[in-house]
């Protein structure tokens, strides 16, 4: 279909108008109607040629394209085409992020007009006509008449590139110093390792911190792929934990709850800490215990976490303070602003973490 311009549509128009203007008569408010939507069409027309943004908008069911703004040629790097309908917008030709040719249907104008939707959204590496793909986000929503039924569907093309190349970069970034952390822990291990053997120190206390060491870096390298340090609970959970769970030993449960890196590093080493102690001494000892980690968002903007120890051997509260209990309680109390309360029932450890969820942003 040939490529339409502003022109042609100008031209629509003002055949419109007089073919109205005949039907209608010369009577003076059918004319003043008239205007008022003329005037109203120009200042549509003028709006879209304006915005930073591609329109496209296609008429409904058939999802035949009827206009592009000039927006959408600079962003394409050709005419816009007026597909004949949603079967044929396969000639707009973009990829998916694993490479994949974004198929007709996945068009978000063919997923509105095909399935009646309020609204849908992609984003594409799309085959320019000057043979430079570009990364474009297209959002689409329909548009309805007086009775809500769908006459048409309209969508917006937004440059992402930056957006796209500041992803690549940061996540470059993130990788060298992921690569840099890994080696300074390796270093401080090493270091830590080498002056222990030399002071004659028990096997196991050298295991220990190598083990404790080793989480902290875990942790941390989970922290810096995380947008902005934030991890949720689930995430610092699964990370922590994957190393200890055994056959649907353990299982844990919760909203999505951000903490920031502080906190997260915290809750990080106090779950290995307490998953550290199960393998050792408590339900995670035996074939037959079972480890149930929740959190909730209580009243007031608290956060209440919770380790249930069931299955095992009867706990026994330690005797002695260590690094570990250190780790438990006054350390996670501290970072979290909060309290803990460890308790030892005949069934099994209880752990329980209360604190002051942050403000977002916090």
């Not at 296609?58 to 962003?75: D, H, K, Q, T, Y």
């Not at 093309?157 to 390796?186: W, Y």
Request: charged share 25%.
């Amino acid at each position: 279909m040939p490529f339409r311009t502003p022109e042609n549509y100008r031209e629509e128009i003002a055949a419109l108008e007089r073919q109205l203007a005949h039907v209608l008569g010369a009577k003076g408010e059918r004319l003043s109607s008239i205007d008022q939507a003329t005037r109203r069409v120009r200042m549509l027309e003028t709006m879209l040629e304006t915005v930073p943004v591609g329109v496209v908008i296609a008429e409904a069911p058939s999802g035949r394209i009827v206009m592009g703004n000039a927006r959408v040629e600079e962003l394409v790097r050709h005419p816009v085409l007026h597909s004949d309908d949603t079967q044929s917008y396969g000639e707009w030709v973009a990829y998916h992020a694993d490479g994949r040719r974004v198929d007709t249907a996945d068009y978000p104008l063919a997923k509105i007009i095909e399935n009646n939707l309020d609204h849908a959204q992609l984003d594409v590496h799309y085959q320019c006509g000057d043979g430079v793909r570009r990364w474009l986000r297209i959002i689409g929503r329909p548009v309805r008449d007086d009775n809500d039924h769908m006459i048409g569907a309209a969508v917006v093309m937004i440059d992402i590139e930056p957006e796209r190349q500041m992803l690549a970069q940061k996540e470059t970034l993130i990788g060298e110093l992921n690569h840099r952390v890994k080696n300074m822990f390796a270093v401080v291990q090493s270091i830590v390792s080498q002056t222990l053997r030399n002071e004659g120190v028990d096997s196991q206390v050298q295991d220990k911190i190598s083990a404790r060491l080793d989480a902290y870096a875990r942790a941390h390298a989970q922290l810096l792929s995380l947008s902005g340090g934030i991890a949720t609970i689930s995430v610092i959970a699964k990370e922590v934990l994957n190393g200890f769970i055994g056959d649907d030993q353990i299982t844990f449960s919760g909203p999505n709850i951000d903490l920031p890196e502080r906190k997260a590093m915290a809750l990080s080493m106090a779950l290995f800490e307490l998953a550290t102690n199960a393998q050792k001494y408590g339900a995670l000892s035996v074939d037959t215990g079972k480890v149930d980690l929740s959190w909730e968002e209580c009243a007031d903007r608290q956060l209440r976490i919770r380790w249930t120890e069931t299955g095992g051997p009867t706990p026994q509260a330690p005797s002695a303070t260590g690094f570990g209990s250190f780790v438990l309680n006054r350390a996670l109390s501290m970072q979290m602003r909060g309290e803990v309360n460890i308790q030892y029932p005949a069934t099994g450890l209880i752990w329980e973490l209360k604190a002051p969820l942050s403000p977002p942003g916090g």
